[in-house]
T-cell receptor, first 112, second 111 residues
Framework: ETGVTQSPTHLIKTRGQQVTLRCSSQSGHNTVSWYQQALGQGPQFIFQYYREEENGRGNFPPRFSGLQFPNYSSELNVNALELDDSALYLC???????????FGPGTRLLVL | GENVEQHPSTLSVQEGDSAVIKCTYSDSASNYFPWYKQELGKRPQLIIDIRSNVGEKKDQRIAVTLNKTAKHFSLHITETQPEDSAVYFCAASKGFNKFYFGSGTKLNVKP
């Protein structure tokens, strides 16, 4: 198993609320990417952080935002939750200049 | 942005047969193509990858081929085993700061 961890494992929220998901990257990895995986679909790239700066962004609205901390852990924040935000949220870490992403176990978010 | 299409969505083979999963991509500048295996309830795990300057790569029973001109790449699994049953995803990346995934192929290997 890889060293990427995520918390919480499951979360239930209601429409309009805000949520924060957390990711601890594997030791030595300074790049973290976040993905949304709807049921039966492939992961959709949300954004990537490198050295505390957003380094790339997919086609997600601004209510999806993130942070990376000096220890390279990361947060994904989603404001004004919508029903369609229900999904598995995965983070993945890699070394700068590396190719291989190592995924965390994911946080399953349900929006009611 | 990049668009990755993956076929078939489901694939059922007999144990010992070969399985082939195909992906196409739209951005000719994409230069890295990983394949992931995701078992039910688990995280995606990299099984093989290929860079755009290589046409084929093998790792035991698994191989990936890339045709840059046609913008498609394929995963080949030989001598399939029941433990190969899972969902497989292809992905494409340009510069390693964005990764675009296909929609997945559910492989069922029948004993």
């Amino acid at each position: 198993e890889t060293g990427v961890t995520q918390s919480p494992t499951h979360l239930i929220k209601t429409r309009g609320q805000q949520v924060t998901l957390r990711c601890s990257s594997q030791s030595g990895h300074n790049t973290v990417s976040w993905y949304q995986q709807a049921l039966g679909q492939g992961p959709q790239f949300i954004f990537q952080y490198y050295r505390e700066e957003e380094n790339g962004r997919g086609n997600f609205p601004p209510r999806f935002s993130g942070l990376q901390f000096p220890n390279y852990s990361s947060e994904l924040n989603v404001n004004a939750l919508e029903l369609d935000d229900s999904a598995l949220y995965l983070c993945a870490s890699m070394t700068a200049g590396g190719e291989t992403q190592y995924f965390g176990p994911g946080t399953r978010l349900l929006v009611l | 942005g990049e668009n990755v299409e993956q076929h078939p969505s489901t694939l059922s083979v007999q144990e010992g047969d070969s399985a082939v999963i195909k992906c196409t991509y739209s951005d000719s500048a994409s230069n890295y193509f990983p394949w992931y295996k995701q078992e039910l309830g688990k995280r995606p795990q990299l099984i093989i990858d290929i860079r755009s300057n290589v046409g084929e790569k093998k790792d035991q029973r698994i191989a990936v081929t890339l045709n840059k001109t046609a913008k498609h790449f394929s995963l080949h699994i030989t001598e399939t085993q029941p433990e190969d049953s899972a969902v497989y995803f292809c992905a494409a990346s340009k510069g390693f700061n964005k990764f675009y995934f296909g929609s997945g192929t559910k492989l069922n290997v029948k004993p």
